[in-house]
């Protein structure tokens, strides 16, 4: 269970998708796959991201997971209004921390991502350390809040 926590929090989202190479608690390099990471009906947040957008309380659910392919939806609040977007994801065959996503901007951001069965935790600082690397410079915002599971759940119905 620590390592499904470790391991789901240690993702980042761009235009283009891949996720880390994290050590493991017993010091094994742990070989991620975001199809299997984002093969879930439940929940995944965006906890941190690099996009300067005005958006708070982002997450993610699967609506069809197909070979090469995942279709989802994404639900954020923007400016104090909850907005919902079809979004699609593309599997790179080749390396399996790649995932192209289509249906916004083609801007590229850098996003730890949890799951909503570990976000009750805050990320393991393994996984805001890779994160810190790989997006270089940028400037990060928190945008999960605990209260985001309440703002989104009243929303949804």
Known sequence: MKRQAILAACVYFAADVIIAMLTNTRGRVAQLDIKQ???TTRQIWTYIT???ALVTCEVDRMRSMHRLSISFRRTFVYNGTRMDMQMRGVFDRLCKQR???FGRRSNIRYDLRVKNSSIDRRPHPDCRYYLYRVMGPRTEHTIYT???QRVVSLRQG
Request: aromatic share 8%; with cysteine; charged share 10%.
């Open 50 to 52: 690099t996009s300067s």
């Open 99 to 101: 995932m192209t996503l």
């Open 37 to 39: 990471f984002v093969n």
């Open 146 to 148: 605990p209260d985001c």
